[in-house]
């Protein structure tokens, strides 16, 4: 006769199923922790790789309910949503990290910046935004152009707009506020480039910082992450400082990446996500310890892992759906061809624009890794290689 | 409207749903491949992570033609399956990879050992075993003890016995023999130490050459990997040379090992596996493409992947389930204090001496890698570390 060995196999749910979900679903396996998903649809990215998935909206008390009686946490995959409903989980003695309060900061603009500008950090200038006056009044003072954004849910360039004067305030503003979106505006700063900065954080307030990652960006979206980022030694000991008081202050525990511009050689906070993150996803392969793996950790309480590089260098190249009729997933034999590449898809439709998986290497070589990285996503794209 | 662009996800069936076909599934989902498994139960440790599952036995010719009917190729997690059905599906124009014909070399020992022998390849001297009397004469001409080992089925030291004499010779083989276990006899060698060569061919007859092993075993059991081995380096190349032989004699398609003794100073071919190995399990942090990741490209006949190492020096320790009664995923966050080490789990029970899962650490220097692998590996057993 077999005597079983007792064992409680750790278990998280995740709310939504896009590619985050399906990378953490992936780091999960090794460690045994089930995985729950509660998918929108059984057709998302992560539910197609996952065999216990809930199907429900991420707001739907019941389906939230219903997850929470599976699994010892509940984490996420986006941020939509409702804070008060965490809340309520939380007082009924689910375990929800982030939090109901991280989350609630996350997804306010506004408060964000009122509250971490009050804690003295390096913020752009910025006003709330409830009139087309209140916008001309913030040009008037800071200078055409300046930056409009709704308050919640932007992201990849979208909820974003660059208002070049008065009269384009007036329209943009006008249209926005006639639809409901809460507003703020922001300098406009002409910006030497863009970083990022990823942690983890357990409730026992234990951080782990990744090395600073370089976003290359284009028309609001991340197109490129270099590590590590080719930064000031200030710059990078400032952006880890900012990154711990902000992680702090919101009372993080999983990973968060906090995406900051330079201008004339000065930081400034962009944006924050409670979770694992684009800005992340060279850690696959870069890091010793994935985003992935690590949030897992953090969320079950686990010692946080190693955050070295496992290399000198690493590129990830974001795959975006292309214009045209070829799916790039349709072209893997072909850009596999290139030495040491790591493909990456999400299982998504390649609508034009939308990110549909990226690409990384890694190597002692800054410009060959660039190199081969670029190459296998111009292959996958379609377009010739420059390499 | 969104367009659909045209899109055929690539599949693979892995007939078996044990650790092997786990991590291929882990290993297929960057990659978007859709994996379908063959499981014996829907509670076997690839089936619980992994949503497309035909429940069967492996040498149902039903099960094994739905599998087909689901997927564009055919592989295995191990070698339970008969060749002469297989022979049938390939017939039908079912792709199977590694062929009916790599399966059947793989599986006969006594074939293995003629026909690599025949090739001018370094065996062990051998007979094969049909009475007490074959078994007395080859102790006798090479000398006591003698191996003794079934011709087919054997693992883990399972299969194989070290016969001091005669007399023992008699009573082993004759209870063999009435059970109908083929038999052969092979010398005794003195081990230096053993080693194996992990490769990947595709069916093109391209071949991508993993660097030696060191397999460090313990009562027929491998308990922990260490690359590079520690190896002349003619013996590397004599290793090479062998295991490219043998992958063309076989016309294996896929990943596979060959492990070998090395004795006084002279190398041997013990046994072949045509699918990844536990030798190779090192790869998955400690190679730039994993045998699992390397064994997808090959059967579905894409471009095979860089084999560097991702540092100068990888130990994977095996996980065996131990004799008292605590589970080692139990002492997981334990495990996970240790910086930089890689858990695996196979989602199996921990039933004594069974293997459930190995741990892996890389770096530069061996020892202090060789340290981190066995202190993590301690406290996952429940022993105390000796790091």
Same mark, same amino acid.
């Given at each position: ?10 278990? &998280?749910?995740?709310?939504? @199923? ?8 992936? +780091? ?7 995985? &729950?998903?509660? %998918? ?7 539910? !197609? ?8 909206? /991420?707001?739907? @008390?019941? +389906? ?34 982030? $939090?109901?309060?991280?989350? +609630? ?12 500008? +009050?804690?003295?950090?390096?913020? *752009?200038?910025? @006003?709330?935004?409830? $009139?087309?006056?209140?916008?001309? %009044? ?6 055409? /152009? ?13 909820? &974003?707009?660059?208002?070049?004067? @008065? ?10 506020? %006639? ?7 922001? #300098? ?13 954080? !357990? ?29 000031? *030694? =200030? ?17 993080? &525990? ?7 511009? =330079? ?10 996500? *409670? !979770? /694992? ?12 310890? $994935? ?11 686990? /010692? ?24 790039? !997933? ?12 790591? *493909?990456?898809?999400?299982?998504? #439709? ?19 890794? #660039?190199?081969?990285?670029?190459? %296998? ?11």
């Amino acid at each position: 006769m077999t005597r079983t060995m007792s064992y409680r196999q750790p278990s &998280v749910g995740i709310v939504g @199923a896009g590619q985050l979900a399906r990378m953490m679903a992936q +780091a999960a396996i090794p460690l045994d922790i089930r995985v &729950v998903l509660l %998918a929108a649809s059984a057709d998302d990215g992560a539910a !197609r790789v996952t065999p216990d998935v809930v199907v429900g909206a /991420p707001d739907d @008390a019941h +389906a939230l309910r219903e997850l929470a009686s599976q699994v010892d946490v509940i984490t996420f995959d986006h941020e939509l949503v409702d804070p008060a409903l965490l809340a309520e989980l939380e007082q009924e003695g689910v375990i929800v990290w982030p $939090s109901s309060g991280s989350m +609630a900061l996350a997804q306010d603009k506004r408060r964000q910046r009122s509250e971490l500008g +009050a804690l003295g950090l390096p913020v *752009p200038a910025f @006003a709330n935004v409830d $009139s087309v006056d209140d916008a001309q %009044a913030f040009g008037e003072a800071y200078g055409w /152009p300046i930056v409009l954004k709704a308050s919640r849910g932007g992201y990849d360039g979208r909820g &974003v707009w660059v208002l070049r004067d @008065a009269d384009e305030a007036s329209r943009v503003v006008e249209g926005a506020l %006639a639809s409901g979106t809460v507003l703020l505006a922001e #300098e406009f700063l002409a910006l030497d480039l863009e970083c990022a900065m990823l942690l983890a954080r !357990r409730p026992n307030g234990e951080i782990a910082m990744y090395p600073p990652i370089e976003t290359v960006q284009a028309d609001g979206i991340c197109r490129e992450l270099r590590v590590p980022a080719d930064l000031d *030694p =200030v710059l990078v000991t400032q952006a880890e400082s900012v990154a711990r008081q902000i992680a702090e202050h919101a009372g993080i &525990v999983g990973i968060m990446a906090i995406e900051f511009f =330079v201008s004339k050689g000065r930081l400034y906070v962009n944006e924050l996500a *409670p !979770r /694992p993150h684009n800005s992340g996803h060279w850690s696959i392969e870069g890091a010793i310890t $994935s985003q992935f793996e690590q949030h897992l950790r953090a969320v079950l309480d686990w /010692p946080l892992g190693d955050t070295s590089t496992t290399s000198d260098h690493v590129v990830t190249v974001n795959l975006l759906g292309p214009g045209d009729g070829i799916d790039p !997933r349709s072209n893997l034999a072909q850009a596999l061809g290139v030495e040491g590449v790591h *493909p990456h898809f999400y299982g998504k #439709e390649a609508r034009p624009g939308r990110k549909i998986g990226h690409v990384t290497a890694t190597g002692r070589d800054a410009s060959e890794v #660039e190199t081969r990285a670029r190459s %296998a996503h111009h292959l996958l794209v379609g377009e010739k290689g420059k390499g």
